[in-house]
């Protein structure tokens, strides 16, 4: 929109570089081009200001497929003003004097005609083509035909619009369908994952079986090496077994050879004691009969006078000691009559 002042019942107008300004005055083309400043009266002037910038058009409509399902349109489509004088006669472009403000709504009655030719091609494409086709294909052949189709619109040159550019930017169907539609690719990938992860378990219980082989291969080996542990403890034990026994069988000759060493040793000793002590009783035994004998010649030549006084003398060293004697007149009597009747004898 123009800038304009006001100063002493004068209008100052000011445009921007891209907006087109024609002034008219009784008739007459005055002022026409962008980027334009000059002084008017407003009760005289006529203006009118085309945008000759590029502008987005955004669209969104709906549009059937050959099978009858309903999809959403979303297209944006660039155009600009390339004849502004061309446009300024065909579309209300005119601006209050006072305000700068557009006295209609020329850039909607633009929009309009854009959209509708827009919307018409693209269901022309649409309604001979299939939901699923349209879905893989449609964006490049409702794009094509747009293009084609604004390029082609006469009513668009001979009001001077150009059209720049044209992209589609979306064909979604109802969601309804879209959610079926996603179900089977949904499946697929599920199966995929499923498939992928049965195979991840396949490789972990390999590798698991894998381990446990190799757990079991290194238990029979162990046990292997354990029962070779058993058999060369049983050889070594058998061997100190066998050396312990040839120990003992020499100890025990050794101690049975000292043994029989000791006892003829012994049985010497034991033989020579005895003929000693044999030899010493012969030796005492010849003594005391010589003694006896002599004790007997010594006592057959003594006469029995002495041989009583000896016997008293025996008697009395081995009798008791004897305080006191009682000799009562029997004793006595027959001890005189004893005594004389030996007498008489030896008489």
Same mark, same amino acid.
Do not use: C
């Given at each position: 929109?123009a800038d304009?002042?006001?100063?002493?019942?004068?209008?100052?107008l000011?445009g921007?570089?891209?907006a087109?300004?024609?002034h008219h005055r009784?008739g007459?083309l005055?002022?026409d081009?962008p980027?334009?400043s !000059?002084?008017?009266?407003? =009760?005289?002037?006529a203006?009118s200001?085309?945008?000759?910038?590029?502008?987005?058009?955004?669209m969104? $409509?709906?549009?059937?497929?050959s099978? !009858?399902?309903?999809?959403?349109?979303?297209?944006?489509?660039?155009?600009?003003v390339?004849?502004?004088a061309?446009?300024a006669?065909r579309?209300d $472009?005119?601006?209050d004097?006072?305000?700068?403000?557009?006295?209609?709504?020329?850039?909607?009655?633009?929009?309009?005609?854009?959209?509708e030719?827009a919307?018409q091609h693209?269901?022309d494409?649409l309604?001979?083509?299939?939901l699923?086709?349209?879905?893989v294909?449609?964006?490049t052949?409702v794009?094509e *035909?747009?293009a084609t189709?604004?390029?082609?619109?006469p009513?668009?040159?001979?009001?001077g619009?150009e059209v720049?550019?044209?992209?589609v930017?979306a064909?979604?169907?109802e969601p309804?369908?879209?959610?079926?539609l996603?179900?089977?690719? *949904?499946?697929?990938?599920q199966?995929?994952?499923?498939r992928a992860?049965?195979?991840?378990r396949?490789?972990?219980?390999?590798r698991e079986?894998?381990?446990a082989?190799?757990?079991?291969a290194?238990?029979?080996?162990?046990?292997?090496?354990?029962?070779?542990l058993?058999?060369q403890?049983?050889?070594?034990? *058998?061997?100190e077994?066998?050396?312990h026994?040839?120990a003992d069988?020499v100890?025990a000759?050794?101690?049975?050879?000292?043994t029989?060493?000791l006892a003829?040793?012994e049985?010497?000793?034991s033989?020579r004691?005895a003929?000693?002590?044999?030899?010493?009783?012969?030796?005492?035994?010849?003594?005391r009969?010589?003694a006896q004998?002599?004790w007997?010649?010594?006592?057959a030549?003594?006469d029995?006078?002495t041989?009583?006084?000896?016997?008293?003398t025996r =008697?009395?060293?081995?009798?008791p000691r004897?305080?006191?004697?009682?000799?009562?007149?029997?004793?006595l009597?027959?001890?005189?009559?004893?005594?004389g009747? *030996?007498?008489?004898?030896?008489a």
């Open positions: 929109m304009i002042t006001r100063r002493l019942g004068w209008r100052h000011r921007a570089p891209t087109h300004i024609r009784g007459k005055l002022h081009g980027g334009l !000059f002084w008017y009266r407003a =009760l005289t002037a203006l200001e085309v945008p000759v910038d590029d502008r987005e058009l955004a969104t $409509f709906h549009a059937r497929t099978d !009858f399902q309903d999809v959403a349109v979303q297209a944006t489509v660039t155009y600009r390339s004849d502004p061309l446009a006669t579309l $472009f005119s601006v004097p006072d305000t700068g403000a557009w006295r209609g709504a020329p850039l909607e009655q633009l929009g309009t005609l854009l959209t030719t919307q693209a269901l494409v309604s001979r083509t299939s699923s086709a349209a879905l294909d449609g964006v052949a794009r *035909r747009i189709g604004l390029a082609g619109e009513r668009l040159p001979a009001t619009i720049v550019a044209v992209r930017v064909l979604r169907p309804e369908v879209e959610r079926a996603r179900t089977p690719a *949904r499946e697929q990938i199966q995929e994952a499923d992860t049965y195979e991840r396949a490789v972990a219980v390999e079986r894998a381990i082989e190799n757990e079991l290194s238990q029979i080996e162990l046990a292997r090496r354990e029962e070779q058993v058999d403890r049983g050889t070594n034990a *058998r061997r077994a066998e050396e026994a040839a069988a100890r000759e050794a101690e049975a050879a000292r029989v060493r003829e040793a049985a010497t000793r033989v004691l003929r000693a002590e044999a030899e010493g009783a012969r030796e005492v035994g010849e003594a009969a010589q004998a002599a007997l010649r010594v006592h030549e003594v029995v006078a041989l009583h006084a000896l016997t008293g =008697l009395a060293e081995n009798l004897i305080d006191s004697v009682t000799v009562s007149p029997d004793v009597t027959g001890l005189l009559a004893r005594l009747t *030996r007498e008489q004898e030896q």
